[in-house]
Structures are given as structure tokens and as C-alpha cells.
């Protein structure tokens, strides 16, 4: 097992890497496990996988009640139990649940293939009551409810990619038809991939803007460092190693030191120093508030998304 900026890192259930933060253990209070109502997973890519496989890493799912549907033979052979199909999914998710209702379907599809899962349904889950967690972007629980049923029970979730090594951050936020309780499973669920907030569903495109398309904002600074370093004169190979721990362990730093971002740039910004020099450049060019207004016109866009969908 490796230790390294903050977290350990462990193989997952169904292989690669799972980071743990370091603080955290295991059962322990207020921790996610305690096994979540059986579900099913409607589509088997990447992201529900990561759920997946951290959901049982964490005890969170028991892979005896959860059942994924996929077309695709090889991303069935990833899960313990899955189906062709999203009717043989619901089929076998009500063999499987407690009592009728109670088993929770998590839509982990791309958004425009919500219409033809509907059609696929054909209100098979109208009259159910069953809550449903969506992690499609930019789209409204609401076209959820009207897609599916009237009568469901709809929880939108935002994850971010990183909730593929266990330090994701997500946004959960009722929806239509949804109560505390079923808000309280998808917390749950997670939690076990990472940190998760509750949000009013107006704030989703806002928190997409900022989370759901953060990485790809840090990817992009490393991109730029590591060109500089070349430039400078690195080999590739080493400027992308110098860059890859530097922002490691930046945030690293970040997460344990406890301090806001701005104290710690000002802690290692000397008047008249060579990181000085560098921000002094970012500044003049505006930087800040370029990085403000993307974000602007990454939530606008999500905005736009949910109404053209």
C-alpha cells in the first residue's frame, strides 16, 4: 500500500487504483458504510463503475443487490450481476428489493439517450414510487419525471471524474418528487467515492462550473507548466514528472494544511521573489478574472444545455 500527498492507495474491487484520504477509517463513525436498498444502474461506463466499485469497496452496496444494464457484453463482465437491458434490469431489481418500491435506480446514461430509455419503459416505473438518483448533465429532474413517470422520486447528483480514484466531489440536490430520505441515500452513495455536498437544483449548473469541470481547469494549468518547463529546457518526460507532483502535492498541501488558497500562495510569495515575479505576470494579464469569467460562461452553458434538452 503507497502513502502519498495525503491519501493511501489501494487496488479496487474490480482493479486499478482507489485513493483514500489518509484521516479517514475504515467503519468508522459517520463513515458510509451500512448497505444502501438494492439498485439498479442503468448503463455501465466509466462513471458507473467508479460508483460501483466504490460503493462495495466502502460496504456501502452489496454486489449480491445491485444490477447493471449495458448493451455491451464487455462493460457487463465488470459487475457481479447485469443485464442487457434496462427492462431486464428493473425486472430483476424488483425480484431483488425488500418490498415493492423500495430498490433505487441510479440513471448513469448520457443525456440524450434519457428519451429512449423512456421509450424503452414504457411507464414501467410511473406508478412505482421509486426513487430515482440522476447524474445526467444539464438535465433537469424535472424532464426525469416527465421521461419516466409522474410518479418517481428524482435526485439529481453531479460528480466529478475524480470519484474514479475515491476523491470526488458531488452535489446532491432534490428534485422532483424527492424526499429527505431519498436525498439521504444518494449522499450516502457518494460519499463513499469522495466528499459530497447538498445544493438547491438551481445551484447545479453553477457547482458543474465549478467541480464537474474543475479537473479539466487544473488539467489545462499542468498542461501550460509543463510546456514552460519544456521550453526551459526539460525533456518531456521529465517536465511532465516535475509537474504532475507539483500539483500532487499542492494539493495535498492544500487539503491538510486546512488554509484557504490564498494564504498559502501568499506564504510561499516572497516580495521580490521568483514566484512573485510569475504571479506578478498573471496578474497584469488579467488571469483572475479570466479564470472567473470561464466559469461564468461554464455555467451559462450548462443553462443552455437544460433548456435545448
Do not use: W
Not at 425488500?98 to 419503459?121: C, M, N, S, Y
Not at 429527505?180 to 455536498?197: M, Q, T, Y
Not at 438547491?200 to 469541470?213: H, L, N, P, R, Y
Not at 479539466?216 to 521529465?238: H, I, K, N, Q, S
Amino acid at each position: 500500500m503507497l502513502a502519498l500527498a495525503g491519501v493511501e492507495i489501494e487496488p479496487g474491487p474490480s482493479g486499478g487504483e482507489y485513493c483514500r484520504p489518509m484521516s479517514e477509517k475504515r467503519g468508522s463513525k459517520g463513515g458510509a458504510r451500512g448497505s444502501t436498498p438494492a439498485l439498479a444502474i442503468i448503463g455501465g461506463g466509466n462513471m458507473a463503475r467508479a460508483i460501483y466499485d466504490g460503493g462495495v469497496r466502502r460496504g456501502v452496496l452489496d454486489p449480491e443487490r445491485v444490477v447493471v444494464a449495458d448493451p455491451d457484453p464487455a462493460k457487463r463482465e465488470r459487475f457481479a450481476h447485469a443485464a442487457p437491458t434496462a427492462m431486464e434490469a428493473i425486472e430483476r431489481l424488483e425480484g431483488i428489493e425488500q418490498a415493492a418500491g423500495r430498490g433505487v435506480v441510479l440513471l448513469a446514461i448520457k443525456p440524450q439517450a434519457l428519451a429512449g430509455l423512456g421509450e424503452e419503459l414504457g411507464g414501467r416505473l410511473s406508478d412505482s414510487g421509486r426513487a430515482v438518483l440522476s447524474i445526467l448533465a444539464g438535465t433537469p429532474s424535472g424532464k426525469v419525471h416527465r421521461t419516466l413517470g409522474p410518479g418517481l422520486r428524482v435526485v439529481r447528483v453531479m460528480p466529478n471524474t475524480p470519484v474514479s480514484i475515491g476523491l470526488g466531489m458531488s452535489a446532491v440536490a432534490v428534485g422532483d418528487g424527492a424526499k429527505e430520505e431519498d436525498a439521504a441515500v444518494a449522499e450516502k452513495l457518494f460519499s463513499a467515492i469522495g466528499e459530497v455536498v447538498r445544493i438547491g437544483e438551481q445551484q447545479m449548473d453553477a457547482f458543474t462550473a465549478v467541480a464537474g469541470s474543475g479537473p479539466a481547469y487544473v488539467f489545462y494549468l499542468a498542461e501550460a507548466m509543463a510546456a514552460a518547463a519544456a521550453r526551459m529546457g526539460f525533456d518531456p518526460e521529465t517536465a511532465e514528472q516535475i509537474v504532475r507532483q507539483t500539483v500532487a502535492g499542492a494539493s495535498g498541501l492544500m487539503e491538510q494544511s486546512g488554509q484557504e488558497p490564498g494564504a498559502l500562495r501568499r506564504a510561499v510569495t516572497s516580495p521580490g521573489g521568483t514566484t512573485a515575479a510569475a504571479i506578478g505576470v498573471m496578474e497584469e494579464s488579467g488571469m483572475f478574472e479570466t479564470v472567473v469569467e470561464a466559469l461564468r460562461a461554464a455555467k451559462a452553458r450548462g443553462a443552455e444545455l437544460a433548456r435545448e434538452g
